[in-house]
């Protein structure tokens, strides 16, 4: 990955896209969530993808058969290139024979991805950097820190301290290297509105480091609504050129999906779209060699019918794509247990942790 000049940046703040409007929160029950599945597909990304061929790119695809087509769901040349002519033709009620040119198109013009070695596959993994939370133990349950190149959910109940990590996180990020950041700008897309900038300055003065130079490297937008939410992907992409994007965080991953799409029959709607958000954000991660960071809460109902109190919402879609999951709650005198529940190569433990005004500490 070519290594990306640094410069300056100013705090932006991004504009809302679309109407903002606010979902009241309403009762859940996510279990169904795990009858659904839409297999999360992991592809190695390069860089050229960003600008990858859109489906109106397609021959003889206008503006009126490309909405056909989005409206059924067909929004990527790849979802295309896989369907029968059949198939295609019914969801998007097209004519056979436009349908079975439509995919002919989008198998040549779709990155179908490839294979790569396991040495090719070992100099990516040399790549990987990680940041250190400052939290010896749980730097140590990481093997380090916190790696690039990966998703990682921060899952638990209300007041649990997931807030506090993302804080903590986006100030560590703008550390020089030699002191466990990664000198890197970060974006944060607050869905809750809990980002303050007063506690990034109180975590910046923890750390001797100018707040108003880390405030500067963290670049914040509020979500009104799932859709915006995901609107708010490309802005990262289109602001991020010339920046050194190594940690991006949504804090909270799942609120809006979980407040708008309501009961069994919204749930592929609501799977299918967060899928395609995890894409999306696993993409940056990849070109950019950058961190993921997003939270999750979990089941509310302390009840066996609708749910274990102590799992995460999200269904499979979100535990197929973490690459890590930490799972936190409350202990006695205001420490936070923070458990590794799911990792490619780390065994499972757990570690303390206090949140102190000067930030997160051992
Ligand atoms: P979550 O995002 O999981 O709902 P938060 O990350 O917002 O929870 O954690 C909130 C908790 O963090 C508060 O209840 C408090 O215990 C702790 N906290 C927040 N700010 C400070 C601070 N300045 N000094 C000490 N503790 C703090
Ligand atoms: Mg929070």
Known sequence: MASKTKKPSKTKEITPV?????????????????????????????????????????????????????????????????????????????????????????????????????????????????LKSQVESLDALLGGGFETQALIEVYGAFGSGKTQIAHQLAVNCTLPVDQGGFDGDVFYIDTEDTFRPERIMQMSRGLDLDPDEVLERIHVARAYNSDHQMLLIDEIKRMSKGMNVKLIVVDSLTGHFRAEYIGRGMLADRQQKLNRHLKDLKQIADINNALILVTNQVHSKPDAMWGDPTKPVGGHILAHASTFRLYLRKAKGGRRIVRLVDSPNLPEGECVMEVIEDGLRD
């Open 18 to 130: 679309g109407k903002a409007k606010i979902t009241a929160t309403t009762d859940e029950n996510d279990d169904g969530l795990d009858l659904v599945e839409q297999e999360q597909e992991t592809r190695t990304v390069t860089e050229e993808q960003i600008d990858e061929p859109t489906i109106e790119d397609l021959p003889g695809v206008g503006p009126a058969t490309a909405e056909k087509l989005r409206e059924a769901g067909f929004d990527e040349l790849l979802a295309i290139a896989v369907m029968t002519s059949g198939a295609l033709s019914d969801a998007a009620e097209l004519g056979d024979a436009v349908a079975s040119k439509i995919i002919q198109s989008a198998k040549k013009m779709a990155n179908i991805g490839g294979f790569l070695s396991g040495g090719q596959l070992l100099e990516r993994r040399r790549e990987v950097m990680k």
